[in-house]
């Protein structure tokens, strides 16, 4: 990671999130959170907003759930909610900038919510299979922390660079296939076990290794979180486009009900949402 690009100011940031249960789906199992906090208080934010970040943090989220009946829907709740109970408690490392701490506190967040999950799983046949997928932002002054399992997934479209990368990786074999060069995008897309997870939260898994990593963002930069719902019909380049369409680009709609509703134009069969950061 190059240091030299961390911010000297704390800068702003500005959130938009959407969600829609989709035109075939009885219920809607994804969830997405924002919050901002410091060492001693926690506020849950609205679907958009604007904030500077003068000694606070954000976290941002998506999760998919999954499981019989109503399982997966309290599954992705359940995947949030947990996020408020530890991550103020790591304030004061991300503001002394102990970037191997936030590693360690993003790692065993998410193994207190897998043993969460797993608990309720064995314990209540209504909860029997239940299963969550998690995408995580963390923004700190100048850096985003990220961690990940499952399907879901973070992007950034960096200002300098231009372009989108999808920063998390998909825990499926398709996904493994198509970052080693085996399949392209359309393949992957098709592929009749794209939806096929390796890892997730909760479930018969007795242990979780969530991918984390460190992004340095800049004025410009954007970030979109999203279920694979979202992405089902809308492929990166498309998403590319949408971000930066003229309206989307000056805050005039807001980006993340956008990018919703194109994927349910063009006909997703699944849950759609997404969590997009501007910085500003």
């Known amino acids: 990671m190059d240091k030299s ?29 924002g919050l901002q906090f410091d060492a001693k208080e926690i506020h849950h934010l609205g679907k958009l907003g604007e904030a500077m970040m003068t000694n606070t943090d954000f976290v941002f ?54 043993r969460s999950l797993a608990y309720l799983g064995s314990s ?20 985003m922390y990220f961690a990940h399992i ?20 998909d825990d499926t074999h398709v996904g493994w296939l198509f970052r080693n060069g085996k399949l392209n995008e359309r393949e992957a897309r098709e592929h009749p076990r794209r939806n096929v997870l390796q890892k997730a939260l909760g479930g018969s898994n007795q242990f979780v290794e969530p991918q984390v990593g460190a992004v340095a963002y800049e004025p410009g930069d954007i970030f979109l979180l999203c279920s694979d719902g ?26 993340a009900q956008r990018l919703v509703a194109e994927s349910l134009e063009k006909n997703s069969r699944d849950n759609a949402t997404a969590v997009v950061i501007r910085v500003l």
């Open 5 to 33: 690009k961390k911010l000297t100011s704390p800068g702003k940031l500005k959130w938009f999130g959407w969600t829609d249960r989709g035109k075939y789906r009885p219920n809607n199992e994804d969830s997405f959170l």
């Open 150 to 169: 499952g399907d879901s997934r973070i992007y950034y479209l960096s200002a300098r660079e231009g372009g989108i990368k999808q920063l998390s990786h």
């Open 61 to 114: 989220a998506v999760s998919d759930g999954m499981g019989g009946a109503k399982a997966g829907e309290y599954a992705s709740r359940i995947a949030v909610e947990k996020i408020t109970k530890l991550l103020p408690q790591s304030f004061q490392q991300s503001a002394l900038g102990l970037e191997a701490g936030c590693a360690d506190v993003l790692t065993e967040l998410f193994s207190q919510i897998h």
């Open 124 to 143: 209540y046949d209504e909860c029997s299979g239940m299963e969550a997928t998690l995408s995580l932002a963390w923004f700190t002054p100048g850096w």
């Open 230 to 255: 979202l992405v089902e019909k809308i492929y990166d380049s498309q998403l590319l486009d949408l971000l930066h369409a003229p309206k989307l680009a000056q805050n005039k709609e807001n980006p």
